[in-house]
């Protein structure tokens, strides 16, 4: 089992990411606002919610309606994207890679940070995707679950690989088959997201804290161990400590990870299941360990010593936001163009060092160390091999299993 220690910073970049911890994206990171909301966007309630309005359920398959393209002609395009998860200069008012594929291809990038949640942005959209309209975005980012229904739907549009060389060279092995999408034919990764075992060694009293095993059992962590509100996360990671796949689990096994998360829940071991505010209570001790998002780690490790990670032996859970071309947007061969401008190696590095989260970007590590040699070399950013061979995609689910499940895991949770 492998523990990790704060990586050493400039002092530059430490003085950078503390301003974030106070003030931007550390003080409650895109991810963090992702979860807190992602839970309560697969409630039982919520998923009914999006087989509703006459949008039928998700297992049809189909492409999406491709719209005359206009890209050739209107050098622009719209992307939507989640707060705080594009780089910025020190003024905080550039975005330097976007400027950079606007002076380099022309086409001018109408940003938007408009994407809050899943649920809620697909509440914005549905209405028109389902009704073969326009959506008036060229690219949008969502969460693997999101985008896999979205392609079952019909409601994604193919991308075209002739416009994509630097992607389809350079996407790491680690992302290139996903069950929901074979051969990523409708999708590109933006970032991974690793879940891992933080824990502040000051409040375990110098003690390492390397397993589920270990948060469920340890009586010396008792009520003061958190779990994640995001289901697959949490179960995921729960599989894995069983010695279950989470790509392969049956009900059986999921039952199983949920009975060994209810046994901690009655005998208070678990002090509460976490969404965006596990960091604060890690920062302060009131959580010794939990689970926890690799890249809300490295911003805590910056400003707080005693912030230390571990990847279980047994393994950690992966998930993706990804890049969709919506069925029926005007500008696909832009979208394209922009997708494959941020899998060129100096673009995703400055991007990667921005977000702190998984690159999906091979070949990245030289022009990273460019800019931060420290987070050239850590396996969260860039998982070498080694972190590369533990990690593990929680399967993708039938909206009946969605259903059922969530159902289970809301119960656990109290929610």
Not at 363 to 369: C, F, M, N, R, T
Request: some cysteine; charged content about 25%; hydrophobic content about 35%.
């Amino acid at each position: 089992m492998e523990q990790y220690e704060p990586d050493r910073l400039s002092a530059a970049r430490a003085a950078a990411i503390r301003r974030t911890l106070t003030s931007g994206r550390g003080a409650l990171s895109r991810r963090s606002v992702l979860r807190a909301g992602g839970f309560g966007a697969l409630t039982v309630g919520a998923l009914a919610g999006l087989s509703a309005c006459g949008i039928p359920p998700a297992g049809r398959t189909g492409e999406g309606a491709v719209s005359d393209d206009a890209s050739a002609k209107e050098k622009t395009v719209s992307f939507s994207n989640w707060t705080e998860y594009m780089d910025v200069d020190e003024s905080g008012k550039s975005r330097p890679t976007l400027q950079d594929f606007t002076r380099r291809t022309g086409i001018t990038v109408k940003y938007t940070e408009d994407i809050n949640d899943n649920v809620e942005f697909f509440g914005k959209v549905k209405p028109q995707l389902a009704a073969g309209q326009d959506t008036g975005r060229d690219l949008i980012c969502v969460t693997d679950w999101l985008a896999a229904r979205m392609i079952r739907l019909g409601w994604v549009q193919k991308l075209d690989p002739a416009n994509l060389p630097h992607a389809y060279a350079n996407l790491s092995a680690q992302f290139r088959t996903p069950d929901w999408d074979p051969g990523r034919s409708h999708s590109y990764p933006w970032t991974g997201i690793s879940s891992v075992i933080a824990y502040n060694v000051k409040a375990t009293g110098g003690r390492k804290v390397d397993s589920v095993t270990q948060l469920l059992d340890d009586p010396a962590l008792k009520g003061r161990v958190g779990f994640l509100t995001e289901m697959r996360d949490t179960i995921g990671m729960t599989l894995l400590d069983l010695g279950k796949d989470p790509g392969t689990f049956t009900d059986a096994d999921f039952d199983a990870a949920v009975g060994r998360l209810s046994k901690g829940v009655d005998t208070k071991q678990i002090r509460r299941f976490t969404g965006n505010d596990y960091t604060s209570d890690l920062d302060k001790g009131d959580l010794a360990a939990c689970l926890a998002w690799a890249g809300d780690v490295i911003q805590l490790q910056a400003d707080n010593p005693d912030i230390r990670y571990a990847v279980p032996a047994a393994g950690y859970i992966t998930s993706t936001d990804n890049l969709l071309v919506p069925a029926g947007s005007r500008h696909k061969t832009n979208a394209e163009k922009l997708i494959d401008h941020y899998y060129e190696p100096p673009t995703a590095a400055r991007l990667a060092a921005y977000i702190n989260f998984v690159c999906p970007v091979d070949g990245v590590k030289d022009e990273l160390s460019k800019i931060d040699p420290a987070l050239a070399n850590n396996t969260l950013i860039l998982p070498d091999q080694a972190m590369a061979r533990k990690s593990h995609a929680f399967r993708s689910l039938s909206t009946a299993e969605e259903t059922a499940y969530e159902e289970k895991f809301a119960k656990l949770i109290g929610a």
